[in-house]
């Protein structure tokens, strides 16, 4: 508990300074002065005991969402409730994250006697993924004279997870591409049609179906032509890794591309998992930090949200060969690995390209490499200037180099998705969606 002088006292201490000047002139006001402060300090004595008990009896408590979207609006609910049988006003101030937009917020309350609650609504958002804490509550209010003011902390420990924004929320996803219903019925249908060789049923021959599959024992049962029907091959290993290093904590339209990369990465997990597929996720940059093994059935989503939701770039070189090298001792069964990162300078390409084509002789590798926005606002930027210059020079040269390694990777086999950042989603899915209707996985 926290006391200090309120608005009151503070005003009457400015008035007795201002009447002691007087007593350079007048001594007796000097008795005057001297009653009046033995008399504001009772006051403010009797204000400070009445004040604390009265904060004692004041509940608060906080609700808020456990899950919200990054950078989405959420509210928070502050339920104050007066347990005494005196009206009570003051204020509560919520003690939030850093990363809270706004992060202060302190309201004012006004109770009345015997139980009264009242519930303060505030919104705000957090545009950083992860786990956030919320911290305690402040409650302040004032002695019946308002010379005293008293603070107590209420401890409440509360949490929110902040995840990827389409992620959280498939309406989003909707809103923001416009082809969620699509991408779901292609799922669908991938199940059930392809050129695979699951078996599903026998069926009566229609014309179109190829005569190579027609099952003579079946047919001379039935005496009329009956074939096999086939869906592609269900329980196939996937395996997403995310590159969290230097390249992929350049910002963007909608955050950076790590953020663009993790939201991108789930939402293409919930696919594979509704598609029957058994999905893993990993994430890296000078080696491997963590790695989830292939899982199948929609609860696995949830273990796979836990292992990257929270992912922040440490600013670290990427090492594809060290990686790589550790992903074959760990995925030693063929799979499809879908990797979201970038290529870099000629050199360090170079050497990823060499650790990608290895990698891509026992997988099947679908690289995503994303952009770098800024590399295409220098090049379209004005040159006025020596600086602006260099700095065009250096850009064009970077993406010159990008793309030659981008071109080598695709002729060595490796499937390519070269997109900006804040488009990824869709492309990726598609592209998944693709590959297993070809039977490639």
Same mark, same amino acid.
Request: glycine share 8%.
């Given at each position: ?254 955050? $950076?591309?790590?953020? +663009? /990369?993790?939201?991108?990465? #789930? *939402?293409?997990?919930?696919? %594979? =998992?509704?598609?029957?597929? !058994? ?69 360090? $390409?170079?050497?990823? +390209? /060499?650790?990608?084509?290895? #990698? *891509?002789?026992?997988?099947? %590798? =679908?690289?995503?490499?994303? !952009? ?70």
């Amino acid at each position: 508990m926290i006391i200090r002088p309120g608005r009151n006292l503070l005003i009457l201490i400015a008035i007795e300074i201002l009447i002691g000047v007087v007593a350079f002139v007048w001594e007796p006001i000097l008795g005057i002065i001297g009653l009046s402060l033995i008399l504001v300090i009772g006051v403010a004595i009797h204000d400070a005991r009445r004040a604390a008990r009265l904060i004692d009896q004041i509940k608060a408590s906080r609700r808020l969402p456990r899950v919200v979207g990054r950078g989405v609006p959420f509210e928070i609910l502050l339920n104050v409730t007066n347990e005494t049988s005196t009206h009570i006003a003051g204020e509560i101030r919520d003690v939030r994250p850093a990363a809270c937009q706004p992060i202060w917020n302190s309201v004012a309350f006004d109770l009345v006697s015997n139980g009264a609650c009242i519930e303060l609504k505030s919104a705000c958002k957090i545009p950083v993924r992860g786990l956030h804490r919320f911290g305690s509550l402040w409650v302040r209010i004032q002695g019946p004279f308002g010379l005293i003011e008293v603070q107590r902390e209420i401890t409440t420990q509360d949490e929110i997870k902040i995840l990827p924004e389409t992620f959280a929320s498939r309406g989003e996803l909707q809103k923001d591409l416009k082809a969620e219903l699509q991408v779901l019925d292609k799922v669908n249908r991938t199940r059930q049609k392809g050129s695979g060789s699951e078996f599903v049923t026998l069926e009566e021959f229609r014309q179109g179906d190829d005569p190579r599959r027609i099952d003579w024992r079946a047919t001379a049962h039935h005496r009329f032509p009956i074939v096999r029907r086939y869906q592609v091959e269900r329980h196939r290993d996937v395996l997403i890794l995310i590159d969290n290093g230097r390249l992929m904590g350049t910002m963007t339209d909608r955050g $950076s591309k790590l953020d +663009c /990369a993790v939201d991108a990465s #789930l *939402n293409l997990a919930r696919v %594979v =998992l509704e598609s029957g597929d !058994r999905c893993g996720i990993g994430f890296f940059d000078s080696s491997l930090r963590g790695h989830l093994r292939p899982m199948a059935g929609p609860n696995s989503l949830r273990n796979l949200v836990e292992c990257v939701y929270d992912l922040q770039t440490q600013w670290k070189e990427t090492d594809f060969t060290r990686v790589f090298a550790e992903i074959q001792q760990r995925q030693s069964k063929r799979c499809l690995l879908v990797i979201l990162s970038d290529l870099g300078d000629a050199e360090t $390409s170079r050497m990823h +390209c /060499a650790a990608l084509e290895k #990698l *891509n002789r026992r997988h099947l %590798v =679908l690289f995503a490499a994303l !952009r770098t926005p800024l590399l295409e606002r220098v090049i379209q930027g004005p040159m006025e200037t020596v600086v602006e210059g260099a700095s065009k020079a250096v850009a064009m040269g970077l993406l010159r180099d990008r793309g030659r390694s981008l071109h080598a990777l695709k002729h060595v086999g490796l499937q390519i998705l070269d997109v900006e950042p804040q488009q990824l989603t869709l492309p990726l899915i598609n592209q998944f969606i693709e590959l297993r209707t070809r039977n490639l996985l």
